[in-house]
T-cell receptor
Framework: DQQVKQNSPSLSVQEGRISILNCDYT??????FLWYKKYPAEGPTFLIS?????DKNEDGRFTVFLNKSAKHLSLHIVPSQPGDSAVYFC??????????FGTGTRLQVFP | GAGVSQSPRYKVAKRGQDVALRCDPI?????LFWYQQALGQGPEFLTY????????KSGLPSDRFFAERPEGSVSTLKIQRTQQEDSAVYLC?????????????FGPGTRLTVT
């Protein structure tokens, strides 16, 4: 049972435009959500997080939106840059020790 | 740099062999996590240490998997009698605080291939 779902395996966006990556979850006990970015042959790198008490968190070009009623979060990257090309993982935790990850979305930003 | 390091980066084992994977966390980090990432999937939790105490091993897939962190720093994940389904990237992560609410810093992983 996949508790965190990223239904789009890939996304292609032109440089300068907005990238929107989506994530859905099923466990209502999750109260903290994170996005990680992964380049080939490297470990995931933390990007941005959001607590369930908020509905938006912004850090530079990256904004995460949380819709608790829909159990949905999204990562917006604007403007997108070629260096943003990577696999993005959504993760969630419910005040426990472990992170539950989605299957990832491969973002390609082309010139 | 002072990030999380893992060794070896690549390991090929014949089915039935035992393997040991090492993780050096960021100095001073209290928490250490092991994850398994199969091809095309996200990382899946295996086990969690707070200092030297293994507080959660619910993700270990079988009793062939064993992890330790005897002095609260370096950790070793051991897989006995490897099987082909054990082929995956094994990721180690550490964090400064206790539990999953603190940012976890990941190492580059060890890619295990069982032939």
């Amino acid at each position: 049972d996949q508790q965190v779902k990223q239904n789009s395996p890939s996304l292609s966006v032109q440089e300068g435009r907005i990238s929107i990556l989506n994530c859905d979850y099923t466990n209502s006990m999750f109260d903290y959500f994170l996005w990680y970015k992964k380049y080939p042959a490297e470990g995931p790198t933390f990007l941005i997080s959001i607590s369930s008490i908020k509905d938006k968190n912004e850090d530079g070009r990256f904004t995460v939106f949380l819709n608790k009623s829909a159990k949905h979060l999204s990562l917006h990257i604007v403007p997108s840059q070629p260096g943003d090309s990577a696999v993005y993982f959504c993760a969630a935790t419910g005040n426990t020790d472990k992170l539950i990850f989605g299957t990832g979305t491969r973002l390609q930003v082309f010139p | 740099g002072a990030g999380v390091s893992q060794s070896p980066r690549y390991k090929v084992a014949k089915r039935g062999q035992d393997v040991a994977l090492r993780c050096d966390p960021i100095s001073g980090h209290v928490s250490l996590f092991w994850y398994q990432q199969a091809l095309g999937q996200g990382p899946e939790f295996l086990t969690y240490f707070q200092n030297e105490a293994q507080l959660d091993k619910s993700g270990l897939p079988s009793d062939r998997f064993f992890a330790e962190r005897p002095e609260g720093s370096v950790s070793t994940l051991k897989i006995q009698r490897t099987q082909q389904e054990d082929s995956a990237v094994y990721l180690c992560a550490s964090s400064r605080g206790q539990g999953g609410l603190y940012e976890q810093y990941f190492g580059p992983g060890t890619r295990l291939t069982v032939t």
